[in-house]
């Protein structure tokens, strides 16, 4: 079966940080683009960073760059999101998905992606 699992979430102060993962099972994550996407209540989901299959990492939204950045861990079988001076606008549930077929490129959009975790909330407030 496959599937995507989210952790790392949490309750964090501003200006903190979180480390996410995005486990898969049940297929190989180093043949996949990683994309790293949140949504806040009553938003739509918005985009925010992928890893190509060869590493190379592709900023969906200037939002979060400087911030958040995108690793993988092929051992592992685990994408990492690393968030960094938290904001309480970064405040939502986020996301990790895998789309296939894109080789050293990131999909363009979330529509092109294939499979989806359930998602971890992140909250950050004093």
């Known amino acids: 079966q496959v599937q995507l699992v989210e952790t790392g979430g949490g309750l964090v102060q501003p200006g903190g940080s979180l480390r996410l993962s995005c486990a898969a099972s049940?297929?190989?994550?180093?043949?996949?683009?990683i994309g790293w996407f949140r949504q806040a209540p009553e938003k739509e989901r918005e985009a925010l960073l992928c890893?190509?299959?060869?590493?190379?990492?592709?900023y969906y939204t200037d939002s979060v760059k400087g911030r958040f950045t995108i690793s993988r861990d092929n051992a592992k079988n685990t994408v990492y999101l690393q968030l960094n001076s938290l904001k309480p606008e970064d405040t939502a549930e986020y996301y990790c998905?895998?789309?296939?077929?894109?080789?050293?490129?990131?999909?363009?959009?979330?529509?092109?992606?294939?499979?989806w975790g359930p998602g971890t909330q992140v909250t950050v407030s004093s």
């Open positions: 998905a895998a789309g296939v077929g894109y080789g050293s490129k990131c999909p363009d959009n979330r529509y092109q992606y294939d499979y």
């Open positions: 049940g297929f190989t994550l180093d043949n996949y683009a």
């Open positions: 890893i190509s299959r060869t590493d190379i990492s592709t």
